[in-house]
Structures are given as C-alpha cells and as structure tokens.
C-alpha cells in the first residue's frame, strides 16, 4: 500500500503561483510513477501532470504545458508540482496518484493508469 497526503492548495488571484506537495509513505517511492489529477463540480477527473519513478521523464496536459512543472525528491519521498500563472479555470481539487513501474515508464493519461490516490487539495483561482 501507498499513502497520499497532498498540502498547499489555496485561494489565489488569477495570474498567480501555488505550490502542491504530495508526500508519500508504504513502498520505495522510486518505484513508482507519479501524477496530478485534477476534478472540477460536475466534470470528469482529468489528467494534468506525471513523471516516471526516476524523475527523467515527464507528461503535460496541454492545457498546463510551459505553466505548470512536476518534481519529485525520492530521497524526500515527495512530488510537488509549481502551478504559475494561474488561471480561473484552473479551479478544482487537485489529486495526487501514484502507480508501480518499471524502467522508468510513464503510465496512460487515464486515472485508471493508477492504483493511489490522495483526498485532494483544493486550488481556486479567483479572477
């Protein structure tokens, strides 16, 4: 078993940072992939962000490419992901995911790609 613990959400004005943390217990960290999700009310959980176990591949969500940027500290046990730029519509309750890998692999875009999850860390970006 994993377990996720997100912090760092928050109320910010449109144009802004935050910072999202995710720390992780229960297993190796290194050998697991790790993601951002993110749910708005009424819409599907969508992908945003991961990077592979060894921190040298990472995926964007087009929508968050060149503002957004997913890090890992393996020696930390922790993934954070610096949200810049902020827009309204970036609102939402933000999840961090965690899957088993190999070889540095990053898993599908798809939450089913993922065995853990975190409760979730609130971001709203006011406009």
């Known amino acids: 078993q994993v377990q996720l613990v997100e912090s760092g959400g928050g109320l910010v004005q449109a144009g802004g940072s935050l910072r999202l943390s995710c720390a992780a217990s229960?297993?190796?960290?290194?050998?697991?992939?790790m993601g951002w999700f993110r749910q708005s009310p009424g819409k599907e959980r969508e992908f945003v962000t991961a990077?592979?176990?060894?921190?040298?591949?990472?995926d964007y969500a087009d929508s968050v490419k060149g503002r957004f940027t997913i890090s890992r500290d393996n020696a930390k046990n922790t993934v954070s992901l610096q949200m810049n730029t902020l827009k309204p519509e970036d609102t939402a309750v933000y999840y961090c995911?965690?899957?088993?890998?190999?070889?540095?692999?990053?898993?599908?875009?798809?939450?089913?790609?993922?065995?853990?999850w975190g409760q979730g860390t609130q971001v709203t970006v006011s406009s």
């Open positions: 990077v592979s176990g060894n921190g040298i591949s990472t």
């Open positions: 229960g297993r190796t960290f290194s050998n697991y992939a």
């Open positions: 995911a965690a899957t088993r890998t190999w070889n540095g692999i990053i898993p599908g875009r798809g939450k089913t790609s993922y065995a853990y």
